[in-house]
Each structure stands twice: as C-alpha cells, then as structure tokens.
C-alpha cells in the first residue's frame, strides 16, 4: 500500500485505537443514524477527512453491525447485498491511482442483520438479496476509514426510490435496528456537481463554486432547524440548483437518514463540514 502513504499513516494510528473502541452494549441505548459524504477513492489521500472520520467513529461505541444507503446502488425491489463473510468490493469508479482496485475491506458474515433488515419489511415490500453484489466505494471507502479493523459485519441496502417521503418512510422502518446497536447510515454527498467542476477545483485549489456554497448553507440551515419539509423540496427551493445535484442520488439518502432518527423533524448536528474539490462534505448525525 505504498503508493498511498497518507492511508498507511493514517491506519498506523486508526487500528490500534480502533482495538481498543468499547463495543456497543444495550445500557448505551440506541445508536444514531448518519449522513456522511463520502467522497471518492481520493478520501483516502486527505489526512484531515480520514482523521475527521475516524475520530467521528471513536465518538460512538463500535456498533454491532452497519445497514448503509449508498448513492451507488440505485435498484428496486428493495434489495440487499450479499451476506457472506469477506463480501467483495465493487471498484464502481475510473481515471484514479490503479492501487485503489487492489485495496480490499473483507468484513464479517452479514447474514443476522439482512433477516433483521427484511423482518422490518412490509409483506408488499419483500426484500431481495443479491449474492454477488459487494459493497460498492459509498460504503466501503468511508468505513475502511471509520473502522479499518474490518470487524463489523456490513450490509448495502439499495436506494430503491428518490421520493423523500417514501425514504423518510423507509428510514421509519429501519428505527427499531438502532435499538440493537447497529449503525444505519445515508452514504452520498452533499454537493454533487461533477460537471459544473473547473481544473482548478479538480486539483484541489480554489474557493468552492458558488452553487456548492449556496446549496450547503440553505442545507445546513434546514438542518439546524429540524426543517424536513424545506429538505424535501430542495429541487425547485434549494440555491445552487440543478447545479448542487444534476441527479438526486447523492442527495436522497438523507431522508433515510432522517426517517430513521427518534424525530425525523428534530435538529441535526453537523460533524464535519467544508469542502472537497469543491463540494460541500457536511456530513451529520441525528439526535
């Protein structure tokens, strides 16, 4: 792993501490639900983004397992990925360093949590598995950064829909999951404007365009007040539009997110905020 030396400096610190992180136990009550941008392959060259989300990570104790909504799975029925031990990585990405097609985050047997995930399920709504679908680079780049150890089983749950109230609906659904201490999580970006991007963003230097700017403040307004309605109708409200998101689904996980907090309309609390290449990382945790 040489040619990414940020990374190796990094789990040269994140896997003693994260053998060292308290395991979740039911007197912790139930965990949060989390939005996090996750970024691309290149997160794992940023030393402040990987300190920002491991550190995030020790701030809870290590859950029993993770339920992640990425950006990248788009698919309905509902479906879920494979459940076997070592599920395989999908490299669902291009034009970056050929090391990130060898990295590999071999994560535990999976198989309790999708019976737990389909049993919430309504009997209109069975959940299908896919058993060759890994985890794509929404799920595993950020959790290779939070919890390098690779010792808590993952499961990939497809986003079936942009509809926020259905996905507030299916976030509902996924509650009761926090309660047994696993970690559910939105996995996306909350700018997503690749096209509208110049040279000097890609490279990493610049103010960040004013579409991303604008997008992130009204987001993180509506998300201090609890505001799921103005969230909602961020296509025809939000500044920045279409430019902040030309396509909903680095947006829409969210609403799983938030459907799946206590009180959907409660305020969020931003971890991380700022700007990667000029999009808008605000990543947060509910209540």
């Known amino acids: 792993m040489n040619e990414l030396p940020l990374l190796e400096r990094h789990l040269a610190v994140a896997v003693p501490a994260s053998r060292e992180q308290r395991m979740w136990a039911p007197e912790d009550g139930a965990l949060p639900s989390l939005y996090i941008s996750h970024g691309a392959p290149p997160l794992l060259e940023d030393a402040e983004w990987m300190r920002q989300l491991h ?3 020790l701030a809870l104790p290590k859950p029993k ?68 679908r890994g985890l794509d680079h929404g799920a595993w780049v950020p959790l290779m950064t939070m919890y390098p150890l690779g010792d808590v089983p993952v499961l990939q749950l497809s986003l079936p829909t942009h509809d926020p109230d259905r996905l507030l609906e299916l976030g509902r659904r ?20 690749l096209p509208f991007l110049t040279r000097e963003h890609w490279t990493g230097h610049g103010s960040p365009p004013g579409w991303s700017a ?49 009180q959907p309309d409660a305020p969020v609390r931003s971890v991380i905020d700022g700007y990667f290449m000029g999009l808008s990382k605000r990543s947060l945790q509910t209540a």
């Open 55 to 57: 550190e995030w990570a």
């Open 65 to 132: 397992a993770i339920l992640i909504v990425s950006a990248h799975w788009e698919q309905a029925p509902l479906s879920v990925s494979a459940t076997a031990a070592h599920t395989p990585l999908v490299y669902d990405f291009g034009g970056f360093k050929p090391v990130f097609w060898t990295l590999q985050y071999n994560t535990p047997d999976a198989t309790e949590l999708a019976r737990q995930v389909a049993a919430l399920m309504p009997d209109s709504e069975p959940l299908h598995e896919h058993r060759s």
């Open 174 to 193: 996924l509650r009761p999951l926090r309660q047994e201490g696993v970690l559910v999580i939105g996995s996306g970006f909350m700018t997503h404007g």
């Open 214 to 262: 604008d997008f992130d403040a009204w987001a993180a307004d509506a998300l201090a007040r609890g505001d799921v309605d103005t969230l909602s109708r961020y296509a025809s409200q939000a500044p920045g539009m279409p430019f902040a998101h030309p396509t909903a689904e680095h947006y829409t996980p969210l609403f799983v997110t938030l459907g799946a907090a206590d």
